[in-house]
């Protein structure tokens, strides 16, 4: 009986622990209990840029501010309105100026972009993005030419500074960029597969123009245009300047600026991108030296040497298709940042 009765405590008590549990995990015995619904992550919402207002506002923030800096000379001014490869060749652009004989300087014109005249093109981004837009400015007595800018917003100073502006050597060429209800654009990521070259592609490609002639990959990644054949023109006269006294070689070298800004088309995407490349010329004998042009006095004085090595900056614009097709390049632009003596040997 003894044990019995120790028994039965344990048993009711099991029974009265999962009753108690059954309670507790059975909603439908328990109208009390609260249903938690799963928890479901909003998707980001894209908002545009800027307003069409304030990116009016930028670009006349920065003519004016460009203009105040150049007949200033001011670099810490032109420093707030500018960034990336449209600093570096501006900086390049005053170097070189400062070195020219007064008689060579041509006298600083005001300027100012045609606001009736642009096009905005703001897409929408997500939080965390960098914040940035396109235009397109025409100008001309029938505006028949074009030149693409992009602006981005500066993280720290939060001001609008131009990074690229190129001129487009023939605009019926320019893709129709999408819009969508409310008139903004749709960014694209310039690296995509999704392209038919994505950016690392193109740059590729037009260094080869300046390195080979396009013979590599410029010729294959780029249709014939007018754009390619600058490009390439520039590389066979260069390269036979010198005649049998001397060499010259362009190689690719690493991006400076490795922002890409590219912006959805009816084709596929309309890609700005950024190259550097460097221009090697040497001498074909002991002996001989070469003489640095006036353009090239700033970085290597007067000095003749046997080589001398330039850097280029450039800002390229592409129409770049979403079907395995050439792309087109549309335009270009390039600066000296930078040049060398090579030092005593004259090979290439």
């Known amino acids: 009986m003894r044990t019995i009765r120790r028994t039965l405590p344990l048993i009711t008590a099991t029974l009265c622990v999962a009753l108690a549990t059954t309670a507790c ?20 919402v894209a908002t545009p840029a800027l307003t069409p207002a304030q990116a009016r506002d930028a670009i006349t923030r920065y003519s004016t501010t460009n203009n105040l800096a150049h007949v200033k000379q001011d670099r810490a001014l032109l420093d707030t309105v500018e ?32 606001l009736s ?25 029938q505006q028949q030419h074009a030149r693409v800018l992009v602006m981005a917003e500066n993280t720290k100073s ?6 690229a502006t190129v001129d487009v050597d023939d605009p ?41 002639g396009g013979e590599l990959t410029g010729k294959k990644v780029f249709t014939s245009n007018q754009t390619s054949q600058r490009q390439i023109k520039v590389h066979d006269e260069t390269t036979r300047k010198f005649g049998p006294r001397g060499t010259t070689r362009f190689t690719a070298a690493d991006p ?25 010329d040497a001498v074909a004998a002991p002996g001989l030296r070469i003489i640095p042009e006036k353009e090239d006095r700033a970085w290597l004085g007067t000095s003749p ?30 600066r000296r940042t930078d040049a060398k003596a090579a030092g005593p040997s004259a090979s290439v």
Request: with cysteine; aromatic share 10%; glycine share 4%.
């Open 83 to 114: 960034d990336g490869p449209r600093y570096a060749m501006s900086l390049a652009d005053l170097k070189q100026d400062e070195a020219l004989p007064q008689a060579d300087r041509q006298p600083y014109r005001l300027w100012s972009y045609d």
């Open 158 to 163: 939060k001001q609008w500074e131009m990074v």
């Open 117 to 141: 005249a642009t096009e905005l093109y703001i897409p929408r981004l997500n939080s965390g993005q960098q914040r940035w837009f396109a235009a397109v400015t025409r100008g001309g007595s």
């Open 172 to 212: 019926k060429q320019l893709p129709q960029i999408v819009l969508d209800k409310d008139g903004y654009a749709t960014a694209i990521d310039a690296s995509s597969k999704s392209l038919a070259a994505p950016v690392g592609q193109l740059r590729s490609a037009v260094t080869d123009n300046f390195a080979t």
């Open 256 to 280: 400076q600026f490795t922002d890409a800004y590219a912006l959805k088309t009816t084709t596929g995407a309309l890609v700005v991108f950024s190259h550097t490349h460097t221009q090697h």
């Open 305 to 334: 040497s046997p080589a001398f090595t330039y850097t280029f900056t450039c800002s390229d614009i592409a129409a770049v298709p979403s079907v395995p097709e050439a792309s087109s390049l549309l335009g270009y632009s390039c």
């Open 25 to 44: 995990t059975n909603d439908a015995s328990n109208p009390s209990a609260k249903k938690t619904a799963p928890s479901a992550t909003a998707a980001p």
